[in-house]
């Protein structure tokens, strides 16, 4: 009988097993090589052969394509320096599209090179579980004109314009999109010649959980290397909007963010709401990057609408900005504007939604006229920073940006201020502003400018 008994328990076992190797089974891998017989001339010829979870590999060339993907599978190229999607007059150079294939997850693309597209180099739609590796983005957002209006809609026969993407009218999507995508992961991508880099924005669900890791975003002149923006939700781009699906728990890790947004202005790293709606940015983690020569800042976090202006106050909570090192970027503009160069920028604007639970540590700053400026009714916490900008270390620009809503407090104990004795002194930055602690203070600094921890001790004003 006790037999009997194990052999029904494993029927329904080496079913599983059965089926589970079945699977794998199935997966195939495809070619792509317009040279090679039994392969494929075009990527998209083979995207539209596959099934599920198979691999495509791509031989060296140029593929003039914009290649739509709607089910799970792996493209990988010879190798980005000669593996090329060249999208020259077409919307992308690839479009991971959940909008209309909903549910769509695991879809990888590594080892090209892609160009020259009127809009995204790769634009990623409603997915989850994508990775975007070991490729070059360049040269796209190729539609002349772009200039930042603040309008929810802005880019001239961009494929989805006002449906599944709002509010872009300087970038038009920028080198990397993703829109409502979760837990994915944009790597080792080197980036440049685009309006921006990389952003992750909500039109139509939360982009949340998301990792974005050792990319270089270099030179893309119009907007910012790397965005966090909270958007109007597919349908709400005209009053009264609707709350927006939110941008939330996204790390940004150890990437270089340099030279960009220096025309029209964007910072190193952005976090940001619109104004056309309640935005939600929460959770969010920017660690460990270097953030150099950018148009607005090397971290701007903004927020513009709120009680100040009768409307419900953005969600802007628990971000944390750690282990940075940030030199050399431009002033922040217009309602959060700071007085001159800024290495981390956290603006209420004049709106006066509080953004709370930031903390600001452990980051080198360098060459600023203003290292850190604080605009917001609520608590910024700041320890643990080498605040070595020569100027301005710590600053309230509240008054400065004519907000009516001026009720912060910014806790900037121990810091190192530039030199032992303290801010103020000779040879070190110094505080600007009401409502800032800065009592104890470091007498060397926690880091040097390469992240490595250094021996440090606490001080009380002198």
């Not at 270097?290 to 701007?300: E, Q, R, S, T, W």
């Not at 600001?360 to 080498?386: F, K, Q």
Request: hydrophobic residues 35%; charged residues 15%.
């Amino acid at each position: 009988m006790r037999k009997d008994w194990f052999r029904l328990l494993l029927i329904p076992c080496c079913v599983i097993v059965c089926m589970s190797v079945a699977k794998t089974l199935t997966a195939a891998t495809l070619c792509v090589d317009p040279h090679q017989f039994g392969c494929y001339s075009t990527i998209q010829a083979a995207v539209n052969a596959a099934s599920a979870n198979d691999v495509i590999k791509v031989a060296s060339g140029t593929y003039k394509e914009y290649v739509t993907v709607g089910i799970p599978i792996s493209l990988i190229g010879e190798g980005a320096g000669s593996t090329i999607v060249d999208a020259a007059g077409l919307a992308h150079g690839f479009f991971v599209d959940g909008f209309d294939h909903a549910g769509l997850k695991n879809v990888t693309i590594e080892h090209f090179t892609v160009k020259n597209a009127d809009f995204e180099g790769i634009l990623v739609v409603s997915a989850s579980g994508v990775t975007i590796r070991h490729n070059e983005i360049k040269d796209n957002d190729a539609t002349p004109g772009l200039s930042f209006t603040g309008a929810p809609t802005g880019c001239p026969g961009q494929p989805g314009d006002g449906v599944y993407e709002n509010d872009e009218t300087g970038d038009c999507g920028g080198a990397i999109h993703l829109i409502g995508t979760s837990h994915s992961v944009v790597s080792d991508n080197f980036i440049t010649g685009n309006a921006d880099g990389v952003l992750i924005s909500d039109e139509t669900a939360e982009s949340h959980d998301n990792l974005l890791i050792h990319n270089t975003v270099k030179d893309n002149p119009l907007e910012c290397g790397i965005v966090l923006a909270s958007h109007p939700p597919t349908g709400h781009t005209t009053k009264p909007y609707a709350p927006h699906h939110g941008v939330n728990n996204n790390t940004v890790a150890e990437n270089v963010s340099t030279g960009n947004g220096v025309k029209i202005g964007g910072a190193g790293a952005g976090l940001f709401s619109d104004g056309m709606g309640t935005g939600h940015v929460t959770g969010n983690v920017i660690i460990r990057n270097v953030l150099i020569g950018n148009g607005l800042g090397g971290v701007a976090m903004h927020t513009h609408v709120g009680p100040a202006f009768g409307l419900p106050a953005d969600n802007f909570y628990g971000n944390v900005i750690i282990g940075n090192y940030i030199a050399k970027n431009l002033p922040d503009q217009g309602d959060t504007a700071t007085p001159g160069n800024v290495g981390i920028n956290i603006n209420s604007g004049r709106g006066g939604s509080p953004v709370y639970g930031t903390v600001i540590s452990y980051n080198v700053i360098r060459d600023e006229d203003i290292d850190i400026a604080v605009n917001t009714p609520a608590e910024v916490d700041i320890h643990l920073n080498d605040l070595g900008g020569g100027k301005i270390g710590v600053g309230d620009v509240c008054a400065f940006d004519k907000a009516s809503i001026c009720t912060g407090t910014i806790k900037a104990i121990e810091n190192y201020w530039g030199c032992h004795k303290g801010p103020g002194s000779a040879g070190c930055t110094t505080v600007s502003g009401s409502n800032i602690t800065f009592e104890p203070w470091l007498h060397s600094p926690v880091r040097d400018d390469h992240g490595e921890d250094e021996h440090h001790s606490w001080g009380e004003h002198e």
